[in-house]
DNA sequence: AGTGATGTTCACCGATCAGTATACGTACGA
DNA sequence: TCGTACGTATACTGATCGGTGAACATCACT
């Protein structure tokens, strides 16, 4: 990607999370990021192309971030909870809730690149949580995968609520882990 | 409202709901409706105002049709994850998820109508859950409400996956509240 | 010296956006 | 019978939408 590319997919990004998809026009992303509207076209050929980058480079960071999380854990089973960890920083300064959810519930038509992105990224939680309950020793390792998944999601959606949903959310994510038997401790 | 009114509102609704706020225009409820713009106008004044009775409208269904899947419950047990049920059946013919998420994501001013009528449709459920809790004799109803409504929107959000999540949810929020002594029964 | 990729400037396209103006019809209640 | 509310019809505004055309500049690599 070239430097005026990379300026373009940076604006991109803070405007579509933080304003939404459809009222940020192209226009507004190529004074955003010092660029002409020609150069956007150049570089990402439609609106939609560029909505798919961004949302693929969120994935990306966001991927990276909760695998950091979950490596810097020695323990196994403190392993299996450790995106919860990672989703209270990650939250802290991604106000705006989740960018996939927030672009599906924009962009209805099932065909658009943002649902494969989205849908793909929740897939990966969720076999993630498999793999790390697999790992931990926990003999049903799908249940929990998708207990856990719900939880996370459900805190996600909830965080502009005036409640505090996180961390009840990660401890009891943290209890249903602790609650089946790890024949490997 | 009037006869024209309330067609304009129904046919704000269905389109709103299906494709999203920010892409449907006025001019395509108004044609929707078989009502002219001006008409709409005379009625709701503007979009936004227009937008705002839409979420409202909404909002009185759904808590309708939860509050009568509650009362349908004998035991007071099993009226606590009434919500759950109501939902399975909500969510076949609501297959665009949430409304009043989706319109959180297309309008990020905390200023718009759609964020109070959103926060406080999560609030009544969360107070829902609680007074249901108490009820049921759950010693502990706070913070039951609060793992139940995360599993909720957790359920919610992650309708779209091609995962089987509703029914997990369901049975874990049934496990919670079996898992609380109830000195009732 | 030549060539292709990157980027700029500026003007332009048809379509659609939310919202308004004016004038006319029709039904109902005082 | 007269006013008022409800609704229609048509035309219009200025702004913004996603996207394009054409000409020109800069730089690196061969």
Request: aromatic share 6%; net charge negative.
């Amino acid at each position: 990607m070239t430097p005026a590319g990379r300026r373009i997919a940076a604006a991109a990004e803070e405007l579509f999370y933080e304003r939404g998809i459809t009222p940020v026009g192209v226009d507004l992303i190529a004074e955003h990021s010092g660029v002409t509207k020609r150069t956007l076209y150049n570089q990402f050929g439609s609106k939609d192309q560029l909505v798919a980058t961004y949302l693929a480079i969120r994935d990306q960071r966001w991927r990276s971030y909760v695998s950091a999380a979950v490596e810097a854990r020695d323990d196994p089973v403190e392993a299996v909870t450790a995106p919860f960890d990672a989703l209270r920083t990650w939250s802290e300064s991604n106000t705006r809730g989740c960018a996939f959810v927030n672009a599906l519930a924009e962009l209805p038509d099932p065909a658009h690149p943002a649902h494969r992105v989205a849908t793909e990224q929740k897939l990966w939680l969720s076999r993630l949580f498999e793999e790390l309950a697999t790992e931990a020793g926990c003999p049903h390792p799908a249940t929990l995968a998708t207990r856990l998944l719900v939880l996370h999601e459900g805190a996600l959606a909830t965080q502009p609520l005036p409640l505090d949903t996180l961390e009840p959310s990660a401890e009891l994510a943290r209890a249903l882990v602790r609650a089946e038997p790890s024949p490997r401790r």
